[in-house]
């Protein structure tokens, strides 16, 4: 996938022995940014979806506008206290700490089928997070677009065990 | 604007006195959330735009969609700490205290023509601080692009006094 040379690697980001892999570089090619917009849009073309939900803040960026192609509404997945109306939180675990993501109340309901969009999947913890708050009010996940997956840390995987249905665009190898 | 009845106002959000304009609740609506886009898409048909810089976080949603739409590349306009690779940054001051947007070095090259898009512009310190940014790099901020603006605060006056051409979508009075 030729997605995967337009994404840009930073060594030791934000801590020594992490590569991170950084899509601004991606997002900043007009050809580029639209090929992952559409290679996901027709990956799910043929996916009954009601909604698009983004995770905070780099999920937005990429939610927004395959909602935005695909004629779909879009639901923000915030960190904790951000958003303004009555909100569900769930809590998870970081590699150090702990971290919380929230929905609205009236983002998701009864049996609406939500396409949850991340940028990357590493652990998993986050988007698995997200799910649960989709799944709490009634909404069926109906899978979890990423642009990248790195499946040596196993997130993909987890997902997919949790019968999430993770899809990514491409891999990179290690953390 | 049929727009402007799909933003639900939280009273008294984020603390007394402050009237909320909420956009999750227009985002959620599929025909909602296309004609934002379809609107701002139109407002600069006529424009040579090179690139969409998009506000952190909420206008990251629209810029995303807009960028998408017009078949742009996207910037992330971020706040302190965010983006990994080399940045620039301009601080700015708040009602009570200051912040921090920072942009990638080789987000925007010399003359580009750059459309920085957020959700809403009240007193317009953000906006004016990202648009900062853009000029350092040499770019030209073709103009800055909104759903909401609250004029009793000033800050779309201000855009317009300083060269930055604003626009929005709808109006709502107060703060």
């Not at 639209?34 to 009954?48: F, M, Q």
Request: with cysteine; hydrophobic share 45%.
């Amino acid at each position: 996938m030729p997605i995967k040379s337009l994404i840009r690697t930073i060594p030791h980001y934000p801590k020594q022995g992490i590569q991170f892999r950084d899509i601004t570089t991606l997002l900043l090619d007009p050809v580029g940014f639209h090929l992952v917009i559409d290679a996901l849009a027709l990956h799910y073309k043929h996916h009954h979806i009601d909604k698009i939900a983004g995770i905070e803040a780099r999920g937005f960026i990429v939610g927004a506008a395959l909602a935005y192609k695909l004629g779909l509404g879009f639901v923000p997945v915030r960190k904790a206290g951000k958003l303004p109306a009555e909100t569900i939180g769930h809590d998870y675990a970081l590699e150090y700490g702990a971290d919380r993501v929230e929905l609205h109340l009236d983002a998701v309901t009864e049996g609406e089928q939500v396409l949850l969009v991340d940028d990357l999947i590493a652990t998993g913890g986050t988007a698995q997070a997200a799910a649960a708050l989709i799944q709490k009010l009634g909404g069926v996940v109906v899978g979890c677009a990423f642009v990248i997956d790195l499946p040596d840390l196993g997130g993909s995987q987890r997902l997919a065990d949790s019968g999430l249905k993770p899809f990514s665009l491409c891999e990179f190898e290690g953390n």
